[in-house]
């Protein structure tokens, strides 16, 4: 008897041990990805891509963005700008940020922080959202004005793990 209670005992710790590195995987801090991988990405889901020249936006230039790619999709619109440093995607997060609460007239709106790992805001309603994201030194900014393309924009976020 006393040899079954052991083994159980060995079994619940094995199985708490699996159990505590699965929640601690889940809780790791999200990565960014390269402005190339969220290119791929972005037309596995069927969105166009194009580059943004740095001259085509004012918060650009002097807002420490050193790359900008732009997918779109009917009225789904994802904008992903690599920066210099953390400080610089802030300032571009933010910048965004303002933004989002003018875009959709919603009655949800979420913003959460992360410390220096990660900044999210979103506004949404069942047929529109505006949303900036922050990783690191890299900032994605979406937004979509249908059904369908919100699931787009959904599908997207998803697929890069912001």
């Given at each position: 008897m006393h040899r079954g209670f052991s083994s159980r005992k060995l079994m619940l710790a094995v199985l708490g041990a699996?159990?505590?590195?699965i929640v601690l995987t889940g809780c790791a801090s999200p990565e960014p990805v390269a402005a190339d991988e969220f290119t791929e990405i972005a037309k596995n889901l069927s969105f166009d891509i194009r580059e943004r020249?740095?001259?085509?936006?004012?918060?650009?230039?002097?807002?420490?963005?050193?790359?900008?790619?732009?997918?779109y999709r009917g009225t789904a619109i994802a904008i992903f700008?690599?920066?210099?440093?953390?400080e610089s995607a802030r300032i571009v997060f933010d910048f965004f940020s303002n933004g989002v609460e003018e875009l959709f007239p919603s009655p949800r709106s979420e913003r959460e922080s992360h410390g220096s790992v990660r900044n999210?805001?979103?506004?949404?309603?069942?047929?529109?959202v505006a949303a900036a994201i922050r990783i690191d030194n890299t900032v994605v900014?979406?937004?979509?004005?249908?059904?369908e393309d919100?699931?787009?924009?959904?599908a997207l976020i998803?697929?890069?793990g912001y």
């Open positions: 699996l159990l505590l590195a020249t740095l001259e085509e936006s004012e918060y650009l230039a002097g807002g420490g963005v050193i790359g900008s790619v732009v997918a700008d690599t920066c210099i440093d953390e999210y805001h979103s506004r949404r309603s069942s047929d529109a900014t979406v937004s979509a004005e249908t059904a919100v699931a787009a924009v959904d998803a697929a890069i």
